[in-house]
């Protein structure tokens, strides 16, 4: 019998843990308007929002034709960031 319960709380919790993520409900949001607000922010040299933005109009509109501006955008911010900002090391070519 209780095998019968541990079964039935493990497969509940496979079934949450599994469940899709869903993005954000963005009231008057196009994907033009993110990726508007995502270049925005990598024109003040504020690339983690940048990238942030570009990724929220990517879970929120993941048909659109934008996916690949969305994606470059991103890789550009990344590129954006100060040598180090992931490893918080210098630069590998000059140590």
Known sequence: MYKLYG????TALLIFSCSS???LVLDEETPESLLGRAQTA???QDYDQSMQMAQVMLDNFPTTDLHIDAQLLMAKSLEGKPSGHLTGKGNADTE
């Open 7 to 10: 079964m039935c709380i493990l």
């Open 21 to 23: 993520k869903e993005g």
């Open 42 to 44: 990598y024109d003040n």
